[in-house]
């Protein structure tokens, strides 16, 4: 795989730092991957020998006010389709996969529901809308867990009190989730690191968007979608997906014996079966 990286002025001004990975041989489908938070966007590295051997290129960006791209305020969840679209003009891709961690979930949900070139999604481990009806939004999450997204409900100041004020909190992960961090999976460290080396901004920012109205209904989806969540995840319970599921049309839950990141272990199969049927 050839990794390269640019810089793309969108319409607004702003700058968005992208990402391109090219198989050796051929294209045989274009995944444009969404980073968790808080990540920059550069593309699941650990994925490139499968991808090399699909003919998968990986396609993604790092979401503005994260290290690299310049901060869009009051952003939501939706505003991702005009950013993806500029990068997926750029390059001249007609058809795609949005595939999301964590918080690139949701975002990989908007642009299926609402970019015409979407021909299926993968989101892995990511949030319900905190509006969903019948779902209690904040149930499993661990007790720092649910403070941060109260703080985040109640908007950017909140936030920023509470990174302030618990900048050490320890995420609530699995033994598997900590094992992901040798080996290949180390590569969480190198997205994670760099992300804000500035300031939180692309973390506040997520985090706000995540907790209000994304501006769209995953119920408008029209493409297949698979749904992966670990089942002993506590940074974001498996109920999010569960509740997706049941609003998502055409939707295939697979709810693994996995925590937050260990999950990752279990996308290998669900790209083969996306590249299968879209390829």
Not at 103 to 123: I, K, Q
Not at 216 to 221: K, Q, V
């Amino acid at each position: 795989m050839d990794l390269h990286e640019d810089n793309i002025r969108l319409p607004d001004g702003r700058v968005l730092h992208a990402y391109v990975a090219v198989p050796s041989d051929r294209v045989a489908l274009t995944l444009y991957w969404h980073h968790g938070s808080p990540n920059i966007g550069q593309p699941p590295v650990p994925l490139f020998p499968l991808a090399d051997e699909l003919g998968i290129r990986f396609v993604s960006h790092t979401r503005p006010g994260y290290t690299g791209s310049d901060r869009a305020r009051d952003r939501r969840v939706v505003d991702v389709v005009p950013d993806a679209a500029t990068v997926l003009d750029h390059l001249g891709i007609e058809q795609f996969v949005p595939m999301g961690h964590s918080g690139g979930g949701a975002h990989s949900l908007a642009l299926a529901a609402r970019d015409r070139r979407c021909v299926g999604a993968l989101a892995i481990s990511g949030l319900a809308p905190i509006d969903a009806e019948g779902l209690d939004f904040f149930a499993g999450f661990d007790e720092a867990g649910r403070r941060e997204l109260a703080a985040a409900s109640a908007g950017p100041r909140e936030m920023e009190r509470f990174l302030a004020a618990e900048p050490d909190a320890e995420p609530p992960f699995e033994p598997d989730d900590l094992e992901m961090f040798e080996g290949a999976w180390s590569w969480f460290m190198d997205v994670v690191r760099p992300s804000m080396v500035h300031s939180p901004d692309g973390f506040v920012d997520d985090d706000v968007a995540a907790t209000h109205p994304w501006g769209f209904d995953p119920a408008g989806i029209g493409v297949p979608t698979v749904l992966l969540h670990g089942a002993r995840d506590r940074m974001v319970p498996a109920d999010h997906s569960r509740w997706l599921a049941g609003v998502i049309p055409d939707a295939d839950l697979r709810v693994v014996d996995a925590g937050h990141l260990s999950v990752m272990r279990f996308v290998e199969p669900a790209i083969r079966d996306l590249h299968s049927r879209l390829a």
